[in-house]
């Protein structure tokens, strides 16, 4: 198993440019999220699936849009990016939908985006 | 929702020692924690896991102890090695519920292996 692949590992982009950074998962997970992490702060998630088909928002969803055709993949859109998306971008997953059910999150290695 | 937080930002330890790390919560009605390991350029990958209603839970290496009565979250490395060099945080689930999963995140001590 691969576990967790996100695509690309880094990414440079100018203000107002869009593009999905991927993530896919070989696991059969049904829940997927994404979170970014900045320094000085914890994880924060930004939207989060529980299944194909389902998406919702997390604590920062604003600029970002997700969606679930499968269950293998959940890609993250940046819709004009702006520097204050700069930051280390995870994608994780995990057998259930809830944590609560003993289903701790898989992380991929993340993307590294800045943008200028 | 309350936040997870950690008491020492970096530890320093030497090769072979005991490594202890700390993480305090404030939400008394937290039922799930999660430890991290997050290695430079990796994403985070999952240690050991308690539930609320354990003190203790054990794995190769590494100990969890829980305990509710301060809300206090550690994680004990056994004969610290080069490779535990990493950044280390914990996670708590403060809620019920699907979806977000109430996840909270601590934002994590640095282990630093000194040979």
């Known amino acids: 198993n691969a576990g967790v692949t996100q695509t690309p590992k880094f990414q440079v982009l100018k203000t107002g440019q869009s593009m999905t950074l991927q993530c896919a998962q070989d696991?059969?997970?049904?829940?997927m999220s994404w979170y970014r992490q900045d320094p000085g702060m914890g994880l924060r998630l930004i939207h989060y699936?529980?299944?194909?088909?389902?998406?919702d928002q997390g604590e920062v969803p604003n600029g970002y849009n997700v969606s679930r055709s499968t269950t293998e993949d959940f890609p993250l859109r940046l819709l004009s990016a702006a520097p204050s998306q700069t930051s280390v971008y995870f994608c994780?997953?995990?057998?259930?939908?809830?944590?609560?059910?003993?289903?701790?999150?898989?992380f991929g290695n993340g993307t590294r985006l800045t943008v200028t | 929702g309350e936040s997870v937080g950690l008491h020492l930002p970096t530890l320093s330890v030497q090769e072979g020692d005991n490594s202890i790390i700390n993480c305090a919560y404030s939400?008394?009605?937290?039922?799930?924690f999660i430890w991290y390991k997050q290695e430079s350029g990796k994403g985070p990958q999952f240690i050991i896991d308690?539930?609320?209603?354990?003190d203790k839970r054990q794995g190769q290496r590494v100990t969890v102890l829980l305990n509710k009565t301060v809300k206090h979250l550690s994680l004990q490395i056994a004969a610290t090695q080069p490779g535990d060099s990493a950044v280390y945080f914990c996670?708590?689930?403060?809620?019920?519920?699907?979806?977000?999963?109430?996840?909270?995140f601590g934002k994590g001590t640095h282990l630093i292996i000194q040979p």
């Open positions: 994780a997953s995990s057998y259930s939908g809830r944590v609560a059910d003993n289903s701790p999150l898989h």
């Open positions: 696991m059969n997970h049904e829940y």
């Open positions: 699936s529980v299944g194909a088909g389902i998406t």
């Open positions: 939400n008394s009605a937290s039922d799930y």
């Open positions: 308690i539930r609320s209603n354990m």
């Open positions: 996670a708590e689930h403060g809620y019920s519920g699907g979806g977000a999963d109430g996840l909270t």
